[in-house]
Each structure stands twice: as C-alpha cells, then as structure tokens.
C-alpha cells in the first residue's frame, strides 16, 4: 500500500521509561495539574489531536482516564503520524489538508518527514521503537501483521507486551479523531487483568488489540 508521507520522532529509552511509569505515579489532585505537568513533567497542551498533551520528548500523548496514578487509564503516545494512500475522492477526503496535517506534525521538535517512503522505511521506523521497549520489558508475547482493523495503512507490525495488570502495545492504529483518514504510530499502555489470555488466532487478537486502544 502506497504511502504518501510518514512524519516520526524516534522513541528513546528515557520516552518510553516514562510511559510506562504514568499508571504507577503518585496520583496528582486536580486543581494541581496543569501546574505540576508542566513545571514537572515539561507537558505543554497541543491541538493535534484532541485533549492531548505534547511531552518533554516531543511525542504526543492522549489518554482516557487521568494519565497519572490510574491503573483503569489507557494512554496513547504518538510518535509518527502517516498519511496512507491517495484517497478515492480526494475533494471528499481533503488531500491538501491532510499533507499540510502531516507538515504540522513534521515541524514539531525533534520530527522528520519521509516523502513516499517504502514500506521498508515504515516498517524501520517501528521495529526501531520496538527496540527501545524491549530493551525495557523484554520480547513481546506476540508480533502480528496488522491489518484494516487497526487502521488503512501502512499495514505494519503490531507487538504485545504484558507488564503487570498492563498491556503494552506498539502498532500502528486509525486515527479516530479530527482527521479521519490517516494513520497513527503509538505505543499504548492499558489495562489488562492478568488472568486474561490473549486469543490464540490473530483476527480475534487485532481485534482485541483494536477494541482496547482505540479510542
């Protein structure tokens, strides 16, 4: 499947440390947040995607539940936006807004932009993120292909980790947000009871996958 352009901002040991540290943090009141993110955790408030929040790595993080001491969270960090294919209509779909989307992500801090990459060179980009966190958690339980039900495109590697009550996944997934057409690159922290198998074919596993991280 073709790719149009891929922006990323590769992962880092520090990134990733973090991430999977926010379920175990010290819980932080309300009325002290934005105050105690941004003086502590250097967050600043970004628009790309809705109520999400750009971190000191310059990855973007969006979260359901409060991001800080809440095992029930699931958080999302965003470290490569992909616009897929040529839309089949591209006055419905908005090709120029989506190419100036991706320029808005590739001009965050730290970001860069592959014009039309190769599947290879997508594929490098998450096997390279990968790297990172199983440097952290080990190998992961499962490494499958994705396919349409995580997102159009590029149909990349998804891999599962399991860290206590916590499933770790890093795949690419839908963009369900303001965009609706391209594809997100994320490694997303969410519950997972530890008595819950994951499902021995893959369909029932990237569904589970999609069920859980998509918000």
């Known amino acids: 499947m073709p790719v149009h352009s891929l922006a990323h901002s590769p992962l880092s040991a520090?990134?990733?440390?973090e991430l999977l540290a926010m379920p175990a943090m010290p819980p932080v009141p309300e009325e002290e947040f934005y105050e105690y993110t941004e003086a502590e955790l250097g967050w600043e408030f970004t628009d790309l995607v809705c109520d999400a929040v750009l971190t000191r790595h310059h990855h973007v993080l969006w979260y359901e539940g409060a991001p800080l001491g809440d095992p029930e969270a699931t958080l999302i960090l965003t470290f490569g936006e992909a616009y897929p294919v040529e839309p089949p209509d591209p006055d419905e779909y908005g090709r120029?807004?989506?190419?100036?989307?991706?320029?808005?992500?590739?001009?965050?801090?730290?970001?860069?932009?592959?014009e039309?990459?190769?599947l290879a060179e997508c594929e490098a980009v998450l096997d390279r993120a990968a790297e990172?966190?199983?440097?952290?958690?080990?190998?992961?339980?499962?490494?499958?292909?994705a396919d349409d039900r995580l997102g159009?495109?590029?149909?990349?590697?998804?891999?599962?980790?399991?860290?206590?009550?916590h499933g770790v996944v890093l795949a690419p997934?839908?963009?369900?947000?303001?965009?609706?057409?391209?594809?997100?690159?994320?490694?997303?922290?969410?519950?997972?009871p530890a008595g819950e198998e994951l499902p021995a074919g893959d369909e029932?596993?990237?569904r589970l996958v999609r069920d859980r991280i998509v918000l």
């Open 152 to 165: 159009l495109g590029p149909h990349l590697w998804c891999r599962i980790w399991r860290m206590g009550e």
């Open 96 to 114: 120029d807004a989506l190419v100036e989307l991706i320029g808005d992500w590739a001009a965050l801090p730290g970001w860069e932009l592959l």
């Open 204 to 206: 029932d596993c990237l």
């Open 14 to 17: 520090a990134s990733v440390r």
């Open 116 to 118: 039309e990459p190769a």
């Open 173 to 192: 997934r839908e963009d369900g947000g303001p965009y609706g057409y391209l594809t997100h690159l994320t490694l997303t922290v969410h519950p997972w």
């Open 132 to 145: 990172v966190v199983v440097a952290e958690l080990g190998p992961p339980l499962r490494t499958l292909r």
